[in-house]
């Protein structure tokens, strides 16, 4: 097997893990309705795509934070040189 296909089966063992435990809770909840099994591993591939949306979107506030900060530090510098405090 290669690499990739290492990766995927560990990508669809996870989803289809948290797609389980999705339809174990929602059993819980709703006893009385049946939920086909195969839709355990389609929610489970949503929840790992909206995880690494949630997590992008995050860490581009982070990086809009820093170059944010940086262009502040960038304008005290020069604000520095001008007035010849530097």
């Known amino acids: 097997m290669s690499i990739l296909e290492h990766i995927l089966a560990f990508v669809y063992s996870i989803a289809h893990l948290i797609g389980n435990a999705f339809l174990n809770i929602f059993g819980t909840i709703f006893p009385n309705v049946n939920v086909p099994a195969h839709f355990a591993d389609t929610v489970g591939y949503l929840t790992i795509i909206t995880a690494i949306l949630i997590l992008f979107q995050f860490a581009r506030k982070i990086a ?16 520095l040189i001008i007035f010849g405090l530097y």
């Open 64 to 79: 809009i934070a820093i170059v944010i900060i940086a262009w502040g530090f960038i304008v005290i510098r020069l604000m």
